[in-house]
């Protein structure tokens, strides 16, 4: 299961919503469905596309990575909020 935090949203005209994320824990692929939890809130989106450099998780805890997700506005997903 996928933990982490967003670090960054914003809109690609056309193909939906792309969130960069901190991951500590697990795993995602386009298909998957996950969980943000905003506030009071728990927003559903599903996964379009995943972009990874490798190099970004050499001598870390952590890797960053960014998604396409469909189903939410980047207005919805501060920074830091949690995904699940």
């Not at 792309?18 to 697990?26: A, D, E, I, P």
């Not at 998957?32 to 450099?53: F, I, K, P």
């Given at each position: 299961?996928?933990?982490?935090?967003?670090?960054?949203?914003?809109?690609?005209?056309?193909?939906?919503?792309?969130?960069?994320?901190?991951?500590?824990?697990?795993?995602?692929?386009?298909?998957?469905?996950?969980?943000?939890?905003?506030g009071d809130r728990c927003l559903v989106a599903t996964v379009?596309?995943?972009?990874?450099?490798?190099?970004?998780?050499?001598?870390?805890?952590?890797?960053?990575?960014?998604?396409?997700?469909?189903?939410?506005?980047?207005?919805?997903?501060?920074?830091?909020?949690?995904?699940?």
């Amino acid at each position: 299961m996928l933990r982490g935090t967003v670090t960054h949203s914003f809109a690609l005209e056309g193909r939906g919503t792309v969130l960069t994320l901190k991951v500590v824990k697990g795993q995602v692929e386009a298909g998957d469905t996950v969980r943000l939890a905003v506030g009071d809130r728990c927003l559903v989106a599903t996964v379009r596309s995943v972009e990874w450099e490798d190099d970004a998780m050499i001598g870390s805890s952590y890797w960053e990575l960014a998604i396409l997700v469909e189903g939410i506005a980047p207005s919805e997903v501060p920074s830091g909020t949690p995904i699940s």
